[in-house]
């Protein structure tokens, strides 16, 4: 594939917060702690602490994949995981079925470049890169679909508790469906078997069932996934749960921290909840608050004192489960990490994290915003040809687009910009009378000027609007190429699935993101199909 990059800023679809993230503006600072380069790196691994039990984390990794057959580079790197000189770069996203949207294969090819990137800034470390499965969230309306080739396909089923623990059998529907799009060509019947054995053959855990499909796409390179629903990782975590549900500090922390973000411009991801934790058992997943001084599981009747609580987490740390502004301490305690990989929203939620990292003494890891690419196949590669656009022009408005395209081929001249600083002249003339006979005259003729503009504008907009019917085929070209390429006027990434890409180009597809993704450049990738 050819490659191209452009700013994340003139895509037009990243908000201010990430463009001043990775510009390095000042009044992000306070918020992080390593800039995201080598630099950062470098410093962040001269005072790293590694608070991680490294002997557990190898058991329980080992053990969980003793399920299933594994590639030897994996376990060579859950061994390495024992090692003091070895480090973690984690990326981690929902158990979407089928990997949901294209980002989900981003964010992981993501997390295995900058891997082989820092070891050979690092020789003497190991870095190994992992995937962590968000297998405790219970929101199933947000797995349970993805869209290919312009259709949902929707798993239908009534679920409860943590979407990890689901088992997978229940998805022969959506499985036929999504195999009946992958259709029968290429490397459909490869990515079919894939499929089927992760849904259908062998595991009653939606969390296994994901870990089979991810390893059978990125095993070869090495990649970890891990499942944090256990009961050994939940015991280095036990401390920590008790002090923050008794004690409040995430909340105090966070909100103090969001009261600074919003005073430096930023929109605020997410907000604490007084206790962030829920209690876990199967088909349950529920908020714990506090209130009439005892401790009470939402839409249950289970209910501590104090001292039930308590004794309740040194016997089963298992049953709480951290929630969205917990689940990064969680991970950064039971791993010995060193970057986060995320999308815009989770490297701007991760700012509102640093105090309580710092008020529980763990180190807070460098934040990477995860590549982000557009794929366009030979086939719209020739028509963007055809119509003559750019790289750039790509990511604007359809309308803007189609307007530029028609004032570039006309053999009129549609803009009225010439006519307009022609007249600016006189209106400077006007003005100036006007000052002269009476100061007070300037701001009306200022309204005038700008009532022409309007009317200025407003003609161009016609002139355009009735060339363009003289150009109406080449016009639906556009309209093709832009619903190809960002459907429902949306990043293709944010849409669609990698089935269809997959049956293509097969684990070629995986190939090429992995040559050509630069986790630290910070650009746009645009892949071209040679």
């Not at 918020?31 to 790293?48: C, D, Q, S, V, W």
């Not at 058991?59 to 000189?85: C, F, G, H, P, T």
């Not at 890409?501 to 892949?527: C, H, M, R, S, T």
Request: hydrophobic residues 40%; aromatic residues 12%; glycine residues 4%.
């Amino acid at each position: 594939m050819d490659v191209a990059c452009i700013s994340y800023q003139d895509t037009g679809f990243f908000s201010q917060t990430i463009v001043d993230y990775i510009d390095d503006a000042a009044q992000l600072r306070p918020f992080y702690k390593y800039r995201p380069n080598i630099e950062g790196f470098a410093e962040l691994l001269a005072n790293k602490k590694v608070i991680a039990d490294r002997q557990v984390l190898h058991d329980v990794l080992r053990e969980q994949y003793a399920i299933m057959a594994n590639d030897r580079k994996v376990l060579d790197n859950i061994s390495l995981l024992k090692e003091a000189n070895t480090y973690t770069v984690t990326t981690g996203h929902q158990l979407n079925i089928f990997t949901g949207p294209l980002y989900f294969i981003y964010k992981i090819v993501t997390a295995i470049k900058l891997a082989k990137q820092l070891k050979k800034a690092f020789p003497d470390k190991n870095f190994v890169p992992v995937y962590w499965m968000a297998s405790e969230d219970h929101d199933f309306a947000e797995i349970n679909y993805t869209n290919i080739g312009g259709k949902k396909v929707q798993w239908e089923y009534e679920a409860a508790g943590a979407t990890g623990r689901i088992d997978p059998k229940t998805m022969r529907k959506v499985l036929n469906e999504y195999k009946g799009v992958l259709g029968l060509d290429g490397h459909a019947s490869e990515l079919t078997d894939i499929v089927e054995q992760a849904y259908a053959s062998t595991f009653d855990k939606l969390a296994d069932a994901t870990r089979y499909l991810v390893n059978a796409l990125f095993g070869k390179y090495g990649l970890v996934i891990i499942d944090a629903d256990d009961v050994a990782f939940k015991k280095q975590f036990a401390p920590i749960i008790q002090q923050d549900i008794i004690e409040q500090n995430s909340f105090k922390n966070i909100t103090a921290t969001n009261h600074e973000l919003q005073k430096a411009g930023v929109h605020i991801q997410v907000n604490p909840r007084e206790i962030n934790f829920f209690y876990l058992q199967d088909e349950l997943r529920e908020r714990i608050v506090f209130e009439h001084n005892e401790y009470r599981v939402l839409n249950t009747e289970i209910r501590f004192t104090e001292e039930e609580l308590k004794k309740e987490i040194a016997n089963h740390p298992e049953y709480f489960s951290p929630n969205v502004v917990m689940r990064p301490l969680y991970q950064e305690c039971i791993l010995p990490n060193i970057a986060y990989i995320g999308g815009g929203a989770e490297v701007v939620y991760w700012l509102e994290l640093k105090s309580t990292f710092e008020h529980y003494k763990v180190d807070f890891p460098v934040l990477i915003l995860r590549n982000s690419a557009l794929v366009i196949r030979k086939e719209s590669a020739a028509k963007i040809a055809r119509m003559e656009l750019s790289t750039a022009d790509l990511f604007k408005t359809t309308d803007i687009i189609k307007s530029d395209w028609v004032k570039k081929h006309s053999e009129h001249t549609l803009s009225l910009q010439q006519e307009w600083a022609e007249l600016q002249a006189v209106f400077e003339k006007v003005r100036s009378k006007a000052r002269k006979v009476d100061n007070t005259l300037a701001p009306s003729a200022e309204a005038v000027q700008a009532r022409l503009k309007h009317a200025i504008d407003s003609l161009e907009k016609k002139l355009v609007k009735a060339e363009k019917t003289k150009y109406h085929t080449h016009l639906t070209q556009i309209d093709a190429i832009k619903a190809e390429l960002f459907p429902k006027d949306s990043l293709q990434e944010r849409t669609e699935n990698f089935g269809l890409l997959y049956v293509k180009w097969g684990q070629q597809f995986i190939e090429e993101l992995v040559k050509n993704f630069e986790p630290l450049d910070f650009k746009f990738a645009v892949l071209t199909e040679k």
